[in-house]
């Protein structure tokens, strides 16, 4: 069965109604994250001006955000004289929204989110036609006329948010600890990142040194660029599962306004509104680096990137468990998730590792080899400090390639001797093809799980050493 269909009926067969919510690159949510799909605007908008040189304007819309709005309150000067029921309809001239909790008798505030466009002023998209706003005249609910003057503050998600809360909102969970005693600070992401935005040295606050003063513009933008997504987002998606856990085993059924709301947030987030309904180019997030690094390692399933495809099976399946109600089945499946979204950060990293290596080593390559080092390195550490630190110094922002004899194959086989532990294989990862001949590299072809150097010399794994034992039991009876 096609993919798309398959994942189409299995969330029509978890009490969701099919014609009222849109696919999300094909998987079919069962509440309404509109609002969080647009996130992947402010990714755009943010490549945008740093692509530009305009370091100003990118920090502006990673602060502040403007296309990923949040549910709001609307004050009124006069309480309710009569209550309202969520869903109700919102409006204010050309603003639309609706109710999102009850709105009771006397209340002087509603909670609403807004349906109707309605940007920031950091965002490209010039468009604040469907906002509320103080002097947009009188507010009604369901056609009542309930306040003449009202007093709202638009709030936006912002990418900057997912780092700087990250302490409040993660704490405790693993793979955030993880990062967190790797790097010494919470928002590790949001260091980096606005260090590379301001060209400036992060030293003091962090365990890791992020030292940007004196580097070239185009080293700053990568770094900036792909701390966002591949930082700060991957790590939220993550947060996002936690959230969805809790919120089951809490027996809490209208927490974050659906059983399942947290689940498709992440799904949300991991893809955003420019994938569609079933993946596009122009995507931003973590879906598009998956479909990007799948044509480099020859790791695609037909069209579509096998982590995708896979990432997608295990969200939905994740969804049908959450619906009903196996909360510690859902575990095993994020862990897969997280194994998943490892892939091309992997990926990336050795991509760039080869580059570098043997290449021309450009400082934009050098940039990116540093940011997908960074989203994956507090993993490998996990595993190996030793191998962790192998990478570190010939890949961190200040460190070279030529730190020994063949920097390449030593990062290459530092990340393989870790494969297992972070839960991929060989075949998961691939091997790089040459841009000019779509043949493997010739010293970057896939490896094989089981056997790989260590330290300078052959790793035997209780696979190789059955397998040698056999042919010497063979010898010996031939002989």
Known sequence: MDLMLYLYMLGCVTFVKCQSLDLIAGYLPNSDVMEHLKLDLDQRDFEDFLNSKNFSAASDIYVNGGNSMKSMK???LK???????????????????????????????LKISVTSKCYGKFSTTKDTSGCFTDTGGPLKI???????????????RTLAGFSVAAE?????????????????AGDYADKFIKAALKGEDETKRVNIPMDFLGKEEIFRI?????????W??????????????TDCNSGCEFCNDAKVHAWDEAVAFYTGSLEGKNGNMAGKMLYRLAEKRCKNYKTCTGEMSKVNKEILQQFSDGKRKLNQGKCQEIHPIKKKIINLMSIPLIQGTLRYAYKIARGD?????????????????????SCSHQDADIVRKHMWIDGDMKASKDGFKMVKEAFQRNYACMGVGCADIGGHLDDLTDDYSKDFRPCTDGFVAASGQAKMTPLWMTLLMLLTMMNIRFY
């Open 222 to 230: 990568e770094c900036a660029k792909k701390g966002s997504a591949y």
């Open 142 to 156: 369901d056609e009542v006329e309930v306040a003449s003057q009202i007093s709202v503050k638009l709030p936006y």
């Open 79 to 109: 309480p309710l004289s009569q209550g309202f029921d969520k869903g109700a309809k919102v409006e204010q001239g050309n603003a639309r929204g609706i109710l999102i909790a009850d709105a009771k008798k006397s209340d002087s505030s």
């Open 168 to 184: 409040s909102k993660m704490k405790g969970q693993e793979m955030f600890e993880m990062y967190k005693a790797f790097y010494g």
């Open 232 to 245: 700060s987002v991957w790590m939220y998606v993550i947060r996002e599962m936690e959230d969805a856990v």
């Open 74 to 76: 609307i004050r009124m």
């Open 361 to 381: 080593g450009t400082p934009k390559e050098k940039a990116e080899g540093v940011a997908f080092l960074g989203a994956i390195l507090p993993r490998l550490h």
